[in-house]
């Protein structure tokens, strides 16, 4: 009997750089779900409430190109019209990944997602949905999958960490402006020593502050009331951040060699590495950390004209709420009472800089730092040996919000012993601006 042999997945050196992973990946998928070849071309256009779609057979011939209704008891029609052996093609916006996952459950259909900025697809000349759809059928039929620059689709596990994340993150914005409101209300009314000899953020801090201020004094009657409902407002969002706390615990559990060497890092917390676990996943996905990186929207842009180059402010692709927690990551990493290299770059980058533009330069060389220790799983490490001592010290104190003591929390990994064996035979490699451990040749 004839053995079946495992097809092998290329290297993603094997095609152009701008291929990711996720390309190739589609790319053996294709070949499996559509032995045969691929029999129909489909290019679908999102709006609010209905789509465009376009269908072209292997000749090149449109076969339909039509709207169809997006609401959730007219969405079935959109469904029938795809048949086994197609390969669909749509941008990255929201809502997508809804409809992409439900599309590729039917049999035989594959659905890739692109980034909406490779594709040109705003330079043509007719803006419409219409046009566009066509645009992304012709583009998937005659552009092999492996060269597109795709977007993985997100499971429904994955997708629920992101929704968690990016909730409780709107709460924490939220909960930041209202603090401010009650600021501002306190020092236009003449006090504003408040913010120092009072924690807003507690309860109990507002309220000795709304008495001592305002009193019983009738002249400010309304403006205690305001005060009063302002402290209100934060009590409710305070027990949401407490529930989105345990929420962030549960994302964390679910992978604990992720969590243990992202918690390695001095000023990583809960929240940095809940994002993080939310939105990047599985780091195999990309091939070098400049690719993370741009991912998470920390890499410049970059205009050209002529013969000048002209580099400006970081993309900001990818989601916020991972890109905001890594800065401040970087801004905790300040308040550690140790050095280590990361800490200096960020201090020597800060005399000639504003402190937000050095944070984010600090947190792209920290993102590359993530995409090495998580690809030869290897823990945060230092070379001097007072230093390492310290950050055994820092390791014993640290605590992460609903999980507990870091340390603990490392040992019940299940690789943690042999991330320890490993990290500890590995040599030094300078990495932008940090020596850390990496395997070596």
């Known amino acids: 009997m004839e053995e079946k042999r495992e097809e092998k997945l290329p290297h993603v050196s094997e095609f152009p750089e701008y291929c990711t992973p996720v390309g190739v990946t589609v790319g053996r998928i294709r070949k499996v779900m559509h ?8 290019g679908v256009d999102l709006s609010k409430q209905s789509c465009y779609v376009c269908i072209i057979n292997r000749d090149g011939q449109i076969e339909l190109h039509r ?6 008891d007219k969405r079935s029609e959109l469904y029938e019209k795809l048949q086994e052996g197609d390969l669909v093609l749509m941008e990255a916006s929201t809502g997508t990944f809804n409809i ?6 039917l049999p035989g259909v594959l659905v890739c997602v692109v980034n909406p900025h490779s594709t040109r697809i705003n330079e043509t000349k007719k803006k419409t949905d219409k046009e566009d759809s066509l645009f992304l059928a012709k583009l998937i039929l005659r552009t092999p999958v492996e060269e597109l620059q795709l977007v993985s689709i997100p499971s429904d596990q994955e997708m629920e960490n992101r929704e968690v994340i990016s909730h409780y993150r709107q709460v924490d914005n939220r909960h930041t402006q209202v603090v401010n409101q009650l600021h501002a209300l306190f020092f236009d009314k003449g006090f504003p020593e408040v913010g120092k000899t009072h924690d807003l953020h507690t309860k109990v801090g507002r309220y000795d502050a709304i008495e001592k201020c305002f009193g019983t004094d009738r002249a400010y009657s309304f403006t205690k009331r305001i005060a009063k409902d302002l402290s209100k407002e934060l009590s409710l969002l305070e027990e949401q ?4 706390e345990r929420q962030m615990a549960r994302i964390v559990k679910q992978n604990d060699r992720v969590a243990a060497i992202l918690g390695s890092i001095p000023g990583v917390g809960l929240k940095t590495i809940a994002a993080f676990i939310a939105f990047v996943g599985d780091v195999d996905r990309f091939s070098q950390g400049k690719q993370l990186s741009a991912y998470c929207g920390l890499v410049p842009r970059v205009y050209q004209s002529g013969q000048k180059d002209g580099i400006r402010k970081i993309t900001k692709e990818g989601q916020a709420a991972l890109r905001e927690y890594l800065v401040e990551a970087v801004f905790a990493m300040m308040r550690t009472k140790f050095n280590f290299p990361l800490k200096e770059k960020y201090l ?10 050095a944070a984010i330069a600090v947190a792209r060389k920290l993102v590359v730092m993530i995409f090495s220790m998580l690809k030869n799983g290897t823990l945060f490490m230092v070379e001097k040996e007072e230093n390492r001592e310290q950050v055994a010290a820092y390791h014993k104190r640290k605590y992460i919000q609903s999980v507990g003591k870091y340390y603990k929390f490392r040992e019940s990994c299940k690789d943690i012993s042999a991330m320890i064996e490993i990290t500890n035979t ?16």
């Not at 032995?35 to 489909?42: A, D, L, M, V, Y």
């Not at 020597?348 to 533009?357: A, D, I, P, V, Y």
């Not at 040599?427 to 040749?441: D, M, T, W």
């Open 348 to 357: 020597e980058l800060r005399q000639r800089m504003k402190s937000r533009k």
């Open 241 to 244: 951040q407490a529930v989105g």
């Open 426 to 441: 590995f040599y030094s490699n300078e990495l932008g601006v940090l020596k850390f451990k990496q395997q070596g040749a």
């Open 35 to 42: 032995p045969s070849g691929t029999k129909r071309f489909i």
């Open 100 to 105: 992409a996952r439900a599309m590729n459950k």
């Open 67 to 72: 709207n169809f209704s997006l609401r959730s």
